[in-house]
């Protein structure tokens, strides 16, 4: 079983900054891919960023030199640098992970955490 663990959401002025975290734990082969996504009230689920095992990396075009992604291998962890908030980028950031298991290739989906970008 492999679990996912989000944090880092909260509440932002605009032009601030915040750092999202996820890390996978359980029976893990291998992580193929980690990434972000995120949906705001009336919308669709959208792309923020994805990074690959191999280190192939792809934005959101709303979040383009504004937002970093970054993989830690041994946590398992990834983390999104948000800078430059824009209120909105108001929104549930869901972490998403590509896995290799005991149970065979998953999806997994985090719980979501909420960042608030407002004055």
């Known amino acids: 079983q492999v679990q996912l663990v989000e944090s880092g959401g909260g509440l932002v002025q605009p032009g601030g900054s915040l750092r999202l975290s996820c890390a996978a734990s359980g029976s893990i082969f291998s992580i193929n891919a980690m990434g972000w996504y995120r949906q705001a009230p009336g919308k669709e689920r959208e792309l923020v960023a994805r990074?690959?095992?191999?280190?192939?990396?792809n934005y959101g075009d709303s979040v383009k030199g504004r937002f970093t992604i970054s993989g830690d291998k041994a946590k398992n962890a990834v983390y999104l640098q948000m800078n430059s908030l824009k209120p909105e980028d108001t929104a549930v950031y869901y972490c998403k992970v590509n896995v290799v298991t005991t149970q065979g290739y998953l999806e997994l989906w985090g719980q979501g955490t909420l960042v608030t970008v407002s004055s």
């Open positions: 990074i690959t095992r191999g280190g192939s990396i």
